[in-house]
Nanobody, 117 residues
Framework: VQLVESGGGLVQPGGSLRLSCAAS????????VIWYRQAPGKERESVAS??????????ADSVKGRFTISRDNTRNTVTVYLQMNSLKPEDTAVYYC?????????WGQGTQVTVSS
């Protein structure tokens, strides 16, 4: 099983990034997915989540109105996205994709997001 995040990078405050998470080796369309982030010296925190069918989403208060989680289960490679707008320096962190199929937790390797001028 492999989860692969992509889309991170360096962006100025107020800018946008879109993170992607794709999986192999599991039925990703049946997984609830959570995006987490971990900043240096801080604990990992959940940022946004989406159910397997995409019918329900949830956001941390710190990102509500700025981040949007979505998924495309129709593609051959099911992908979960995190659209991040109005980025702030405090959004700087490594962002991780977490998938849950009711039995196991799967983690990606993370992608670095740096918000700085």
């Amino acid at each position: 099983v492999q989860l692969v995040e992509s889309g991170g990078g360096l962006v100025q405050p107020g800018g946008s990034l879109r993170l992607s998470c794709a999986a192999s080796g599991l039925t990703f369309s049946r997984c609830d997915v959570i995006w987490y982030r971990q900043a240096p010296g801080k604990e990992r925190e959940s940022v946004a989540s989406i159910t397997s069918a995409g019918s329900r989403t949830n956001y941390a208060d710190s990102v509500k109105g700025r981040f949007t989680i979505s998924r495309d289960n129709t593609r051959n490679t099911v992908t979960v996205y995190l659209q991040m707008n109005s980025l702030k320096p405090e959004d700087t962190a490594v962002y991780y994709c977490n998938a849950r199929d009711g039995y196991y937790n799967y983690w990606g390797q993370g992608t670095q997001v740096t918000v700085s001028s």
